[in-house]
């Protein structure tokens, strides 16, 4: 094979890729513990506390803790003061 082959079925293989991410459906992102406390630049602590007495949402899958981007915006949301939110 030369290298005009060669070329051709690496654009090919790249069409094809393209094509298998276009026809998935989109995923959800999700952060974890470690991805939400770099953030929010919090502790450990301080996002337990918060799960505890419902100021964030999460989802627990086996040991592994979860949460939704909206669900993280939803409670910087309700923390805004009066002023800050004309």
């Known amino acids: 094979m030369n290298l005009q082959?060669?070329?051709?079925?690496?654009k090919l293989q790249i069409a094809e890729v393209k094509e298998a991410v276009k026809s998935k459906p989109f995923q959800e992102?999700?952060?974890d513990n470690s991805d939400v406390m770099r953030l929010l630049?919090?502790?450990q602590r301080t996002l337990a506390?918060?799960?505890e007495?419902?100021?964030?949402q999460y989802s627990k899958i086996g040991a592994k803790i979860y949460y939704k981007p909206e669900h993280i915006q939803e409670m910087l949301d309700a923390g805004l003061s009066n002023?800050?939110?004309r």
């Open 5 to 10: 082959e060669e070329f051709r079925e690496i």
């Open 29 to 31: 992102i999700v952060y």
């Open 41 to 43: 630049k919090v502790s």
């Open 49 to 51: 506390t918060w799960r």
């Open 53 to 56: 007495d419902g100021t964030i």
């Open 83 to 85: 002023h800050q939110k």
